[in-house]
């Protein structure tokens, strides 16, 4: 594992029984995920796309392999200590924009800073920081707002505001951008590769090879299995990048 | 189509329908044992005197020669008809179980014949006890109260010079002495058994007595008629022998507020499983308007579910009411024959009610079906584009770390259902504490002034010293000169005195009645509470309860004739006052009236007084000096004093009903928090995967769920601690009024039982339903964040 290596994933393997029968979503996964990053994964409906990302954040645990985050190996970790990496470390969003109901959109941001210790932060402090993330990604006019009272977009940015609120070395996103509209979407993803640029790392599942090309890589992963990786040219003029992509998603059976 | 939708959804929803199952079974369980015992309670003593054929007056005789007692009531104008139980007089020497004395006992026993049995006793099962087998023996009334008597036990009986040696057979319910008050005890037993001790010729000359029971049309005249009927040891009406029973009738009426408390706490829980489990719904009634099912189907298919839930729940719930029921029934009434005949039917009833009133508020809960387009049921019932805001407290500004906001955010965010909660728990509290209030009181010098005595510092009430004076043996005045002296001769300076019993004939407009009265040459007439007039201030005046002037028709200012030793006088009736002694059949003299020593036949105890005025501490050492100057058990102090004129067994029963009623309450509070929590699991499964995901430890999240369960304990425990006093004077008062406490009584409030353990019992409980079940959240990942519908 490099110096600069965050995410490093060795012959990953994720089994369910479903009614005693074995289904092999992950099969021998391996690839690696350097610091400041942002790789997207596409992969057909069923793919293994979204266990993946659950399973590398320590959401899930893993049937064989190794997962190393930070250089710490997950499956040695207990279930505290991966919550406590989930809190200080990692960053999650995801396509439901899920929040907690009975909390305003503020309140749902900073939560994770008040459970959190890593820093040593008055609650005034928190909460400024929290508007100023608002502020940052423009939803500073609903903090005050319930859940049910903003658009998705605006949820979605709130989303990622709490995310962000930890100073995470690494975003996970699944379909980020999945129930949003394409103006939103955009949006969300103007967002993201202005925190990526900012030094996030970020790993996205997407469907969407708009999205994807925004990053700077794309694994695609069909049957469990990584099928291909492509390594997206930044300084390409983003509608060359999208028509690059497409045409190795095609070569991949998209 | 239909049925394939219901069946789906039953097995998706296992858990949602399981709990909901729980509810309907415990509803029905609660509501129909608590109506039959309602119904048990309400007809309680009617039912029981019915079924052990009692008369309207009773007569224990004394007499050599019971045939010549029966021939006066054949002579008499009101008596209509009349029994002869014939019975073997003991004293408590005479009985003793492995050479030892089993109990002491103001009275005299009686030993009968099962075959001439003139009224029906009842074994513990309510059964009517129709044979004895030869050398076994029921025991009824008092002898139960302080003695352990386990099936097998053999005591021994002597009368005259013949002692048999009978296996204890188990309680009898004797509806005639049975009662807490009185100090008659009976032992039913087999004819040959009976005929062995009544042919000791001793028995013959000394032991022999019987009991009348003798019916009229008049109980009034009845009771008037045969007041001169000689050598009896009681001669009361049924009125008497009904308000004996005020202590099982107090217990028993504890048990109504209990199954009433039940019913509400099961119908405030379905109210909200249903609201809650259909509001579940929603998403469901939204697509499938989507989908073009029609609002009938819709609605169709949720009542059928639920009547489908209703009605097993329904049956389960009737057959686990009956032994709920009588579990509840057997702790109150050990001594009395409390049932009902049509408990099967009435149990049937309210299983249907249950199933109805779910119906009802399903119905209730489905009307908003039509109402709802689809994107409305989507959106949980909600209408309209704005939602009405949620969280009430705001993180940012609060000092609470995140958990504890979380769960204090959840409970002011969501008034409705843990309010409901809230409110299941206060009335639980309530309940316990009403019956903790109830039996302290029961127990403490609050009731002394019922007892007609004054305070004192501690009274001695053996039964050997009060006998002397009942036998003549001494007077009431050189006993307590006697015990005076003895403490004074031993370093316990003091004055003491005892409150006389006068039985004398009092005389109003042609009533007749043999009250008692009180006399105390010691105290003054104006020391004893009135609850109307003056109190009396000459030698002519007296003081009469209510009870006693009503039977004679008497008021305030009448004058009455009562005879004392054969001497008769006018009194003038100047005060009513409340009394618990003999049943209330009471009255009071003036201390300057000269009452001759040999017409006070016993005294309440003996009451002592010390010079030094003690403290509470002193007093309670000196108990013990006491007990040992006088070798005796029975020195207590005011409360022990109130205890022992109520009856040992009362305090004995209330305390078992509630420790009982204190279970049950944990039992209830245990499985509403288990059931409670499972249903907030279930709806609150995105957000707890959601809370995991973002780093919340699975301990934390369960300290969230368990906190807000704690925060609806402490909050009830603050309503119970407000509400306690004023609604166990609503509820208690009037039980305490049939005892003759008409103005209510001052409680004996205990702060620490009532006010900390009970509501640190129930929040206990309800953190450890509430935690045990929130384990179930380890099964829960943050991963389930992805299957969220």
């Known amino acids: 594992m490099s110096k600069n290596t965050i995410l490093e994933v060795k012959d990953l393997c994720k089994t369910y029984i479903i009614n005693k029968r074995q289904n092999n979503v992950l099969r021998n996964v391996s690839f690696h995920i350097d610091k400041g990053e942002m790789v997207a994964v596409m992969g057909p409906s069923g793919s293994g796309k979204s266990t993946l990302l659950y399973t590398v954040s320590g959401m899930d645990k893993m049937t064989a392999g190794d997962v190393k985050f930070c250089g710490k190996s997950l499956s040695e970790q207990s279930e505290n200590s991966l919550a406590e990496m989930r809190l200080d470390d990692m960053g999650f969003i995801f396509q439901q924009m899920y929040m907690m109901k009975n909390l305003s959109i503020i309140d749902n941001i900073i939560l994770p800073a008040v459970k959190s210790s890593k820093k040593k932060e008055s609650r005034k402090e928190i909460l400024s920081r929290g508007q100023d993330l608002m502020h940052k990604l423009g939803i500073s006019e609903v903090g005050e707002n319930d859940i049910n009272e903003v658009s998705g977009g605006q949820l979605q940015r709130a989303c990622i505001c709490r995310s962000m609120i930890n100073d995470p070395q690494m975003i996970f996103a699944d379909e980020p951008t999945g129930a949003l509209n394409r103006t939103s979407s955009d949006e969300v993803m103007e967002e993201l590769t202005k925190l990526n640029s900012e030094g996030t790392t970020i790993m996205l599942v997407t469907h969407d090879s708009k999205v994807a090309a925004k990053c700077s890589r794309v694994l695609y992963i069909v049957d469990g299995n990584i099928r291909g990786e492509y390594n997206i040219k930044k300084e390409q003029p983003l509608h060359d990048r999208e028509r690059g992509l497409n045409n190795w998603l095609m070569e991949m059976g998209w | ?789």
């Open chain 2, 1 to 789: 189509m239909f049925l394939r939708i219901l069946k789906k959804d039953l097995k998706r929803k296992k858990t949602m329908n399981i709990i909901l199952l729980l509810f309907v079974i415990m509803a029905t369980m609660f509501a129909a044992s608590s109506v039959n015992n309602i119904i048990a309670v309400m007809s309680g003593l009617d039912n029981y005197f019915e079924k052990a054929n009692m008369s309207d007056h009773f007569i224990i005789s004394l007499s050599k020669d019971p045939d010549a007692i029966a021939d006066m009531l054949s002579q008499k104008p009101n008596v209509s008809d009349f029994r002869t139980e014939k019975q073997l007089v003991f004293h408590d020497n005479d009985l003793t179980r492995n050479g030892e004395k089993l109990d002491e006992f103001s009275s005299v026993g009686l030993a009968l014949s099962i075959d001439n049995a003139q009224i029906n006793y009842f074994n513990k099962d309510n059964g009517i006890i129709k044979s004895v087998p030869q050398g076994k023996a029921y025991l009824t009334g008092c002898i139960l109260n302080k003695t352990n008597f386990e099936s097998g036990d053999e005591i021994q009986l002597k009368i005259g010079d013949t002692e048999l040696t009978l296996e204890y057979a188990g309680i009898g319910k004797d509806a005639f002495l049975g009662s807490d008050m009185m100090t008659n005890p009976r032992i039913i037993m087999n004819n040959e058994d009976y005929e062995k001790l009544a042919a000791d010729e001793k028995a013959k000359e000394n032991n022999s007595a019987a009991v009348f029971y003798v019916n009229g049309p008049d109980e009034k005249a009845l009771e008037s008629d045969l007041s001169d009927i000689p050598d009896t040891v009681l001669n009361v009406g049924i009125s008497v022998i009904r308000t004996s029973y005020i202590m099982n009738t107090i217990v028993a009426g504890l048990l109504l507020i209990v199954s009433v408390c039940l019913i509400l706490v099961s119908f405030v829980m379905l109210r909200f499983t249903i609201s809650f489990t259909i509001n579940e719904e929603f998403r469901e009634i939204g697509v499938m308007k989507a989908l073009g099912l029609k609002n009938r189907s819709v609605r169709g298919l949720f009542l059928v579910k639920y009547l489908g839930i209703a009605a097993i729940g329904a049956v389960i719930g009737f057959f686990l009411s009956i032994p709920f029921g009588n579990m509840l029934l057997s702790s109150v009434s050990s001594k009395m024959y409390l049932g009902s005949d049509s408990s099967a039917a009435v149990g049937v009833l309210c299983s249907l009610a249950v199933v109805l009133v779910i119906m009802a508020f399903c119905w209730r809960c489905t009307r908003k079906i039509k109402k709802l387009s689809p994107i409305d049921a989507v959106r949980s019932g909600q209408t309209g584009e704005r939602f009405k805001k949620k969280g009430l407290l705001r993180l940012g500004k609060s000092k609470l770390g995140a958990t504890g906001f979380l769960a204090l955010n959840d409970v002011f965010s969501s008034p409705k259902q843990f309010g409901i909660m809230t409110v299941i728990f206060t009335v639980c509290l309530l309940l316990v504490m009403c019956l903790a209030n109830t039996g302290n009181t029961l127990a403490s010098r609050k009731l002394l002034p019922l007892m007609c005595s004054t305070d004192s510092d501690i009274y001695i009430t053996d039964t050997d010293m009060i006998m002397e004076v009942m036998t003549g043996e001494t007077t009431v005045t050189e006993q307590c000169d006697k015990i005076e002296k003895k403490l004074t001769d031993n370093g316990l300076p003091c004055s003491v005195h005892a409150e006389g019993l006068v039985a004398p004939t009092v005389e109003f407009k042609g009533n007749k009645l043999s009250p008692t009265f009180l006399y105390c040459k010691d105290t003054k007439a104006s020391d004893y509470s009135y609850s109307e007039g003056y109190a009396p201030k000459y030698s002519n005046e007296i003081a009469l309860t209510s009870s006693v002037a009503e039977k004679l028709e008497a008021g305030i200012g009448d004058k009455v004739n009562i005879t004392i030793d054969g001497k008769t006088d006018e009194y003038i009736v100047t005060a009513f006052f409340q009394s618990m002694v003999k049943l209330g059949e009471t009255g009071r003299f003036h201390e300057s009236l000269e009452v001759p020593d040999s017409a006070v036949n016993q005294v309440m105890g003996f009451q002592i007084d010390f010079d030094d005025s003690p403290d509470e501490k002193e007093i309670n050492s000196r108990i013990s000096r006491v007990k040992d100057i006088f070798d005796t058990k029975y020195v207590d102090d005011t409360d022990g004093f109130v205890m022992s004129c109520i009856g040992e067994g009362v305090k004995d029963t209330i305390n078992g009903v509630k420790v009982f009623v204190l279970l049950i309450t944990v039992i209830i509070v245990i499985m509403i928090s288990v059931l409670m929590e499972r249903s907030f699991i279930s709806k609150e499964k995105p957000e707890i995967a959601l809370m995991k995901a973002m780093g919340f430890k699975s301990r934390s999240v369960r300290r969230q769920h368990t906190l807000r369960f704690l925060i609806s304990a402490v909050i009830a425990a603050v309503l119970a601690i407000l509400l306690s006093t004023p609604v166990t004077k609503l509820c208690i008062d009037p039980i305490f009024g049939i005892m003759g406490a008409l103005d209510g009584v001052e409680y004996n409030i205990k702060p620490v039982e009532v006010f900390a353990v009970y509501p640190v019992i129930i929040a206990a409980a309800t953190v450890l339903g509430a935690y045990l079940t929130a384990m179930y959240m380890k099964t829960i990942k943050a991963s389930d964040t992805s299957d969220i519908e």
